[in-house]
Structure formats: structure tokens, C-alpha cells
């Protein structure tokens, strides 16, 4: 059991280094990292990592790359050595910026190229992370008048679930397949004839072909 005598709560919890490491974000606005091998109860944690400016509430890992969410509406990315797991990770600089609203939820694909935040604003940010040193927003999701409480990224990065009350939302992120979704359920595609009196300056492509 992992129990820091100054934490006030502890809200989201994440393995970290395949395991080796688990890393609490808690409500004192510090992530703590605990070395998982260790036995009974352990007061002390291996790390504490300071830089949100409220409460820290959600923490997500992949490989050496560890992102942290908080009630002050930004996500940090942090780097890890694998090769020396106790050392403290390295604060990348750039604060990640997407919300108006507490960071609820995050979720990295598999890869850790892609990483999904959810905020209370009923906004779910899609990052680009090939280059964690530059991060990019990528696309933003909104949910107007919703207030998202959790978040989930399939492994491939291809769909997201949001959840926000009684309601769980389903999002395709990718276009082809939300391409087909609409032709399935629209039917025949455009005739020619239909395309040039609807888009008579433009050459006729079928879009369900």
C-alpha cells in the first residue's frame, strides 16, 4: 500500500515503465511515482513532481512518456529513463492548452504518438505527440453544454468514447471510416445529374463510390 502522509486524495493512478513504476496524481497538486516492487505499506515515494497549480486529476502513461491533467485546465508531459527509473523525469516545456475546464481524463494510444484529453467544458483534445518536445493539437471535439467525466482512446487512435452523465458518446476520428458510416446510412449516393444540379462547377466525383 502506497500512503504519503502530506497527500489530500488521491485521484487517478497510472503504471508507468512497464509496470516498474505507479504514478498517483493526487489533489495537493503533486504526482507522486512509487516503485511498485516495494513491500507493505510505503510512505515514501520514489518522486514528486510539482508544477500544477490545483489539484492534479487525471495521469496517463506509455512507454517513457508520462502526461498529467489538472483542475488548473492544462495537461504537463513529463520524459522518463528507463534505464535509471528513479531519476526525476525531465519536464517538457510546452504546457498543453485545450481547455476551459478541469482536465478529467486522459488516454495515450499505444504507440504514444496520440494522446486524448477530456475537460468538465465538454471538450475532448486529440495531441499529435510524434515529437513530445512539440506537441499539436490535432483536432478538438465539443460536446456543447455537456460535462465530460471520463475518456477512453481505442489502441490505434481511430475512435473515442466520452462519458457525461447518463450518456457515453461515441466519436470516429477516422475519416474513412466516417466517410462510409454516412454513406451507409444515407443510401444511394448522387446520381450525375443530381451532382450538376447541386454542384454544377465542379466535376462529378462520386462520394460513395
Known amino acids: ?9 488521491v ?5 508507468v515503465l512497464d509496470g516498474r513504476l505507479l504514478a498517483t496524481a493526487e489533489s495537493d497538486r503533486t504526482v507522486r511515482l512509487w ?7 510505503v510512505r515514501s515515494p520514489v518522486r514528486e513532481l510539482t508544477g500544477h497549480t490545483a489539484s492534479v486529476s ?12 489538472g483542475q488548473d485546465d492544462t495537461v504537463r508531459l513529463w520524459r522518463l529513463d528507463p534505464a535509471h527509473p528513479h531519476r526525476r523525469p525531465t519536464l517538457l516545456r510546452r504546457t498543453l492548452r485545450g ?3 478541469h482536465v478529467v481524463a486522459l488516454h495515450l494510444t499505444a504507440d504514444g504518438h496520440t494522446l486524448l484529453s477530456a475537460g468538465q467544458d465538454g471538450t475532448a483534445a486529440l495531441w499529435n505527440l510524434t515529437r513530445p518536445d512539440r506537441p499539436v493539437l ?3 471535439l465539443r460536446s456543447p453544454g455537456e460535462t465530460f467525466t471520463s475518456a477512453a482512446l481505442s489502441t490505434d487512435g481511430t475512435q473515442a468514447w466520452t462519458t457525461a452523465g447518463p450518456t457515453a458518446r461515441h466519436w470516429t476520428l477516422d475519416p474513412r471510416h466516417a466517410a462510409s458510416c454516412i454513406c451507409a446510412a444515407t443510401g444511394a449516393p448522387l446520381t450525375e445529374q443530381q451532382w450538376r444540379n447541386v454542384l454544377p462547377d465542379f466535376d462529378h466525383v462520386p462520394p460513395c463510390g
Open 138 to 140: 490535432r483536432d478538438s
Open 58 to 69: 487525471a495521469v496517463a502513461a506509455d512507454g517513457t512518456l508520462l502526461a498529467t491533467g
Open 1 to 9: 500500500m502506497f500512503a504519503a502522509p502530506s497527500s489530500a486524495g
Open 35 to 41: 516503485n511498485t516492487r516495494s513491500r507493505g505499506t
Open 11 to 15: 485521484n487517478s493512478v497510472a503504471f
Open 99 to 101: 481547455h476551459s475546464g
